[in-house]
């Protein structure tokens, strides 16, 4: 009995022994599981090999490299964030190289002619367009033209704008923390004197900073990371998707395959609020282009016209064709009066879909980016399409194309 009850005792302890140690184990597992749950998001949107972009040691051989404006040259003295290049180095296609649709690097630049075509939506740039066709006329009033001025791409500043951005309004500007005059300071692609990141920071590298690895699943706008390509305060729907129909970045993009902006429909010659549009984001530098006439013609701001609905003097943005009337030339925008157009790309009120049949309700808002290309194109002032093949009347290639997507009567067709 004394050794079965000496048995049964360590039996006893043993099976405590475990179940103590099941227990132990299951709690760790649930702390674990808690800590998961609430450490926030751990989403990197950059995925890939961390020496693309990183160097442990500056003087890592080969040093870190610098783009210039005429090539990749060696660089000795460290870079911001042990980063192995700029924002211009990294988005620029390598010799030989353009876009795919797929590849992980959207390029923005090219060392060699890309594929634009009329409109920009079948060739192998993106939906910002490029920046080639400015650096390839560098210096000339036909190459300032067809793109922004960035420093880093151009050596030089448009040859007669300088450096000011054209309709800049200067009240508005520093409302947003840019400055009052631009001086000598050059476009750049992020901070104060750029688009992308956080204008409040005069260094692009700080104005960008975290947004690559920061969780962007919510565009919101709430940080440089959660707003749309990372212009601050902008909201919309990306398209990042590869493979099918379209690609990357709008890579030749279709009706069900495209960005989708953001836009206000307005009803009113005064705007009021929709921080977050995308044409909002082109007023910051060119406030004026979008705000009312008076007197002078140029110097009024928040309205879209002279107050009474008149005569239009620059062309609306931030309107819904909805607001137009029934049977309109309008109300047939894309010849259909339906489909969506990426050659002619609208905004809507509501992002949270791509848009790929209009309603005009809310979804057929014009925006700078109808016409125009954010980075550059290759027609003169950054527009999608040839301005001076626009022929009233037309019954040739260009009739149905173009401005003719929303002005459908207009044309011959």
Known sequence: MKHETRTGFFQDK?????????????????????VVAFSGPATAAVT????????????QSPAPSAWTDKGWSADQSPN?????????????????????????????????????GDYGVAGNTLAGGTFYYMKADEGTQAGDAKAHNVLGISSVADSQLTNTPPGYDATLGQSLGLPATWGSNRLRCAGTYGCHGDHGQSDQFAAISGAHHGDDTTIDGSTVAKSYRFLKGIVGKEWNTSGGTGGKWEYKPTATAHNQYKGKDRTDDIYTGGTDTISYLCAECHGFFHSSDNAGGDTATGGIDDGTWGNWVRHPTDYDMGNTAVGSEYRTYNGDGSTYSVVAPVASVDVG????????????????????????SDYADLLRWDYSGMVAGTTGTTAGTGCFLCHTAKDGA
């Open 14 to 34: 043993g099976v405590k022994q475990m179940k103590r140690a099941m227990f132990l184990f299951t709690g760790v597992l649930a702390a674990a599981a808690l």
């Open 48 to 59: 890939g090999v961390c020496s693309n972009c990183h160097t442990m040691h500056s003087s």
């Open 80 to 116: 911001v964030a042990l980063l192995v290049t700029g924002c211009v180095g990294c988005h620029t296609a390598p010799s030989a190289t353009q876009n795919t649709g797929s590849n992980t690097t959207p390029y923005v630049h090219q060392t060699q002619d890309p594929t634009y």
């Open 353 to 376: 879909t791509v848009v790929s049949s209009v309603t005009y309700s809310d979804d057929t808002i014009v925006t700078c980016l109808s016409c125009h290309r954010a980075h550059g």
